[in-house]
């Protein structure tokens, strides 16, 4: 379904799990492989160059490599076949020591680490520039005060900057659990048969310390042909980053209704507009981030259950994650290029959030007065008397502060300056600003010295 491909998983990370850098990854597998039993004298040196100019995706037949898999069962066992047959071309005494003592999970399961690898490395990049896309905006907008809301109704008043560092402070935890997850999971999977190596015999411990440092990966204490855990791991990862992205899709798009107008998506020709209707502009890259959102749950699932793997090698679990964890990197990673252009461009309207406060005409700043008064009278008394009040102002349609000035009990204890700046939710924002500068100094000192990789 490739039509959906730009708008479902339009990024980067797309690249990192074509067929051909499926067949890539699996193939710089088996050269590696050469290399290290050639380095340990398992196999003659003379047949590592035929098998690794052998090792090149665009050599292979991919319409005939997904024929076979069907029969086969796996990628691997065809494409093992046709290795050998074009090693064979080259060098037939070559041919004999391809894919020599290793399984197929082997070569499957490493070339996706390596796939992965390349997509960690793109992710952990665009994570950090989509952080420093929200430090700015929380920097930018860390006095803009808007209508905080619990249960969808209008509570207390907030900050727009005090909503983005709550993103950001989120992405700062993401960003210290990837760089935690790397080293377990960025390792060989090289076990041989049953997991045991049996086929190099006393070789085998030494091909795979050879191996791993070939590809770059540390080598496991033991091969994990049944034990998924390290996928799993990767998958919660971009399932957990895509549900911080789409609590802020969420908030962005509710606060763009029409009759919140309190930010908006960039206006960008073309983008955005109904079939129907010429007037809409619709939040399109919320709708983008919410689909992967609504989408990993489900493929999170399907990894979950993959964990109940039989014995030393497993039947369907395994298989089932082939498609699945890409699919969740795809949908994530395109999430996050989504949300770092929203939060780049969005649009602000400061004075728009300045009205919002102004629709429950003082409501919004009932509990400022009850807590001035509780001083006095005490909390329930306080509590109670508030509250009739407040109903008192919905029932004549009348102000906050005018059903105040006429109360006996209230004007006892509060002058009218006093209600006045009680009432003012430009100045009841409570530990906004320290909230955020907070997480933006620990985001300065998370990022200081953080080398990303190449």
Not at 2 to 13: F, I, K, Q
Not at 229 to 236: I, N, S
Not at 373 to 379: S, V
Request: glycine content about 6%; some cysteine; hydrophobic content about 45%.
């Amino acid at each position: 379904m490739t039509l959906l491909t730009p708008l479902m998983r339009g990024n980067a990370l797309t690249a990192e799990f074509t067929d051909s850098q499926l067949l890539q990854g699996m193939l710089d597998f088996e050269a590696a492989l050469a290399r290290a039993q050639a380095d340990c004298g398992v196999i003659p040196a003379t047949a590592v160059a035929p098998i690794a100019q052998s090792c090149r995706a665009e050599l292979f037949d991919l319409p005939a490599l997904a024929e076979s898999a069907r029969s086969a069962g796996n990628l691997a066992i065809p494409l093992v076949r046709q290795l050998t047959a074009r090693v064979k071309q080259i060098d037939p005494e070559a041919a004999r020591y391809v894919h020599w003592g290793a399984t197929s999970q082997d070569v499957i399961d490493t070339g996706l680490i390596l796939q992965l690898r390349s997509a960690l490395n793109h992710t952990q990049r665009s994570l950090a520039n989509l952080m420093e896309a929200f430090a700015q905006q929380a920097l930018r907008y860390q006095h803009t005060v808007m209508p905080g809301r619990t249960w969808l109704q209008q509570a207390l008043p907030v900050t727009w900057g005090l909503k983005l560092a709550g993103t950001l402070d989120a992405l700062l935890r993401w960003q210290e659990r990837l760089r935690q997850l790397r080293p377990r999971v960025l390792v060989l999977q090289f076990g041989g048969a049953a997991g045991t190596l049996a086929s190099l015999r006393q070789d085998g411990l030494a091909v795979a310390e050879r191996l791993a440092q070939e590809l770059t990966l540390t080598l496991p204490d033991t091969p994990w042909h049944t034990q998924r855990d390290r996928l799993l791991e990767v998958g919660g990862w971009y399932a957990g980053v895509g549900g911080t992205l789409g609590k802020f899709a969420q908030d962005f798009s509710l606060l763009m209704q029409t009759e919140v107008a309190e930010v908006s998506e960039p206006a960008v020709a073309g983008r955005g507009g109904s079939s129907a209707m010429p007037h809409k502009r619709n939040p399109v890259s919320c709708a983008a981030i919410l689909t992967s959102v609504q989408r990993t749950p489900g493929l999170m699932a399907t990894l979950f259950s993959a964990q109940l793997q039989q014995h030393e090698r497993a039947l369907g679990g395994w298989q089932a994650e082939w498609e699945v964890l890409p699919e969740i990197a795809m949908l994530v990673g395109h999430a996050l290029e989504e949300t770092q252009q929203l939060a780049l461009n969005m649009q602000v309207f400061p004075q728009k959030m300045r009205d919002n406060l102004e629709i429950t005409h003082g409501l919004m700043m009932a509990e400022s007065v009850t807590l001035a008064l509780a001083a006095f009278i005490g909390k329930q008394d306080a509590h109670h008397l508030m509250e009739a009040l407040c109903q008192q102002a919905v029932e004549q349609g009348r102000s906050l502060r005018a059903v105040l000035v006429e109360n006996p009990r209230v004007m006892a204890h509060l002058r009218e300056s006093q209600l006045t700046a009680l009432l003012d939710p430009m100045t009841a924002t409570g530990s906004a600003e320290p909230f955020v500068q907070r997480v933006l100094t620990r985001f300065k000192e998370q990022q200081h010295g953080t080398e990303l990789p190449d």
